[in-house]
């Protein structure tokens, strides 16, 4: 029988306030275990938590880019379980009337565009972290660190519209990068600034009711994602093809093992009594506030994406990949901004230093050729100063010193040859060296030519004009 | 009054450990206050919106300023067990 995997995400983004959500204590990253805490975020009795307003104001600003309806009346709920990340034996979130619900994001599938809902976008605080001596369940004793108790999170709750692996993938990378243009969260899924949990089913192709699903955890990169998930969507369907039924679970995605593994259940399944948090007040949102939030939304980046094809003249997939990131988009525009052909920029941008970047493990706000440098480059190829080939060698030299082009250029003498006379010395010698591959064009063998371009450019270390030698070899053969 | 299973449960989700007397006794008397609270059933409540608070306060807020940490022996200095700067409690599951 043919299947289908039905996906729903729970993503997690921590919020870049420089306060926790409910206190004034920091939420800077690191720090010795529990210097990061006040009363309040330890639960000490007697304490009382009070909203952060930019909280509110960062969470209704990623909402909104989700396409979301932001509630006119809004409240905090606690969430009971005992489990000692948290101080309290609570967490304080939302749950039955979150901030805001109804949104949805596009992804781009196979050349078509998906449109994914969002159920909800709720606040609630982060938990503290616990150390085990190898793993959580063999381990003597936990250690617990509350430096992250109640660093703000925003949970973003997708609809089960997502169908394989691949889409839930995507659609990941187009929340963190629509996120991260919002400039709300730094979204960095290896350091757990984005989280996402997944809840997984499958059912024959065209069935309208969903199967049993399970919870998937533990999911740390995009990689983790599509492999967790593939693990699982297959599991299920061997599961039901030898005739069993899937178990409704938590399942934790083993990484070194590449496989899935229930978890026993920490909490009898959500037995979390919810109840309205007694310590905080209402929230009656000010719809002026909300449309002066709207207003004020940078561009997102579908918003950037068309831009760069309708003004720049990108081919779609170009203006995809240079708009996935902020920063990405923003370094591409300095340097068109400075060499205005955008499709050789773009090239360049996507092309060697793409490469070059992966290969040395380096972000692009790391890249030390600054976008008027990359912009030189360019312009001494135009000139005629360096040939295509030698700028892909100037260009890794400006990557790994950060020196500028000219500068490469002089000490390493890259200078293009375009004096003919030395050039077609040097024709003239290749030619005498090689009189059957002479022959070989000339009795009609094209490819010959290449060979002996190959040699001149051998004999000047590449550096003579490629067009110069391709007109003077014509000339004379 | 609630049933032995009840007792059980919660008590699980609590974490707390009771002996047969204990959750016979508890059976009573958490049935006893669900009764008492369940008087509340008898009002009619019709034109009464839910009610999450008390008090006619909404919208209250701080500034995203930070203020002082308290210092980490003070942190610690109720924990029942540490290790270093850390809690240290029994495995969880």
Known sequence: ?477 | MLTIQEVEHVALLARLELSAEEKKMYAQQLGDILAYAQKLNQLNTQDVPPTAHVLPLKNVFRDDEAGEHLPPEKVLANAPDKEGQFFKVPRIV
């Not at chain 1, 909203?51 to 960062?58: A, G, I, P, S």
């Not at chain 1, 509630?71 to 304080?92: G, T, V």
């Not at chain 1, 205005?340 to 793409?354: F, H, I, Q, Y």
């Open chain 1, 1 to 477: 029988m043919e299947y289908e995997a039905v996906i729903g995400l729970e993503v997690h983004v921590e919020l870049k306030t420089k306060t926790k959500i409910f206190c004034s204590s920091t939420t800077e990253f690191g720090g010795e275990p529990n210097t990061h805490t006040c009363p309040v975020c330890l639960g000490l009795p007697g304490v009382l938590p009070v909203l952060n307003k930019k909280v509110l104001e960062y969470a209704i600003r990623a909402a909104l880019a989700l396409n979301c309806e932001i509630a006119e009346y809004s409240k905090f709920d606690r969430k009971n379980y005992y489990y000692p990340d948290m101080p309290k034996n609570y967490q304080i979130s939302q749950y039955d009337l979150p901030l805001a619900r109804n949104g949805y994001l596009d992804i781009e599938i196979e050349g078509r565009t998906r449109r994914i809902g969002i159920t909800r976008v709720h606040m609630e605080e982060d938990t503290g972290k616990l150390v085990h001596q190898g793993t959580i369940t063999t381990t003597p004793y936990s250690l617990v660190d509350y430096n992250r108790a109640g660093v703000p999170l925003i949970e973003i709750v997708s609809e089960p519209d997502l169908r394989s692996p691949e889409e839930a993938r995507v659609y990941m990378e187009k929340l963190r990068s629509i996120i991260q243009y919002t400039g709300v969260s730094d979204c960095k899924m290896e350091e757990g600034s984005l989280r996402c949990d997944a809840n997984v089913s499958v059912r024959p192709k065209g069935a309208k009711e969903f199967g049993t699903k399970t919870e998937i955890k533990n999911m740390n990169s995009f990689r983790a994602l599509y492999r967790a998930l593939s693990y699982e969507v297959q599991r299920q369907i061997d599961v039901l093809e030898e005739g069993g039924r899937i178990v409704q679970e938590t399942r934790t995605w083993d990484e070194g093992r590449g496989v899935t593994l229930p978890m026993r259940s920490k909490e009898e399944a959500h037995d979390y009594r919810y109840f309205p948090e007694p310590d905080l007040v209402p929230l009656v949102i000010d719809r002026q506030w909300v449309e002066e939030i709207r207003a004020a939304l940078p561009e997102l980046p579908d918003q950037r994406r068309q831009r760069y094809i309708r003004d720049f003249g990108l081919p779609a997939y170009d203006a995809s990949v240079l708009t996935a990131t902020v920063e990405l988009a923003d370094y591409f525009e300095a340097c068109v901004a400075r060499y205005p052909d955008a499709k050789t920029v773009s090239n360049w941008v996507m092309g060697e230093l793409a490469r070059l970047l992966n290969a040395h493990n380096m972000e692009i706000t790391q890249c030390r050729i600054t976008p008027e440098q990359l912009a030189d480059m360019l312009r001494l190829i135009d000139q005629g100063t360096i040939s295509g080939k030698i700028a892909k060698t100037v260009f890794e030299e400006m990557f790994v010193t950060g020196n500028h082009p000219e500068k490469i250029v002089r000490e390493k003498g890259l200078v293009q040859i375009t004096d003919e006379g030395a050039i077609a010395t040097v024709v003239e010698e290749v030619m005498a060296k090689n009189p059957k591959v002479v022959e070989d064009y000339r009795a009609g063998k094209e490819k010959a030519l290449g060979f002996l371009v190959g040699q001149v450019m051998k004999a000047t270390r590449g550096k003579a004009n490629p067009e110069i030698v391709n007109r003077l070899f014509k000339e004379r053969l």
